[in-house]
């Protein structure tokens, strides 16, 4: 039961890939910015943060300091992907990822924007998954 909570609010999936953490961060963050979305993100060793907001979409569903947070840890050939709805960091680039990964960042939402989230999460993990295959 305490999984599918969880899955609702916090999805998190295992990735197989070939690529290095900074190229598959480089390659989807483009991905987004090429679908309209503003994107931030830190990349460092084997960790990453990644934040997705979409004017007018998340905007307007959740609180104007919501985004879709992607929190990365690189295992080898694999990657580990965690996302939720978090607080929009200011200046992610100069957030130290240590902080971040110990924090909890991942907020409940209304189901409203629970619903909409829980769909657009799927999407890009999807994506994610089709990116980081991708010779």
Do not use: C
């Not at 290095?20 to 989807?28: C, K, S, T, V, Y």
């Not at 990822?97 to 409940?108: A, D, K, R």
């Amino acid at each position: 039961m305490n999984e599918i909570i969880m899955e609702i609010f916090k999805k998190e999936r295992t990735i197989d890939t070939t690529k290095n953490l900074p190229d598959l961060i480089n390659a989807f963050s483009q991905y987004l910015t090429d679908n309209k979305w503003r994107v931030q993100s830190n990349v460092q060793a084997d960790k990453a943060i990644l934040q997705a907001q979409k004017f007018g979409i998340l905007r307007g569903l959740v609180a104007a300091d919501r985004a879709l947070t992607f929190l990365f840890t690189s295992e080898g050939s694999q990657v580990k992907v965690q996302v939720g709805v978090g607080k929009l960091l200011g200046d992610i680039a100069v957030t130290a990822i240590e902080v971040i990964l110990l924090s909890e960042i991942f907020i409940v939402v209304d189901v409203p924007e629970i619903a909409w989230s829980d769909h657009v999460e799927k999407e890009l993990l999807d994506e994610l998954q089709n990116i980081a295959t991708q010779q």
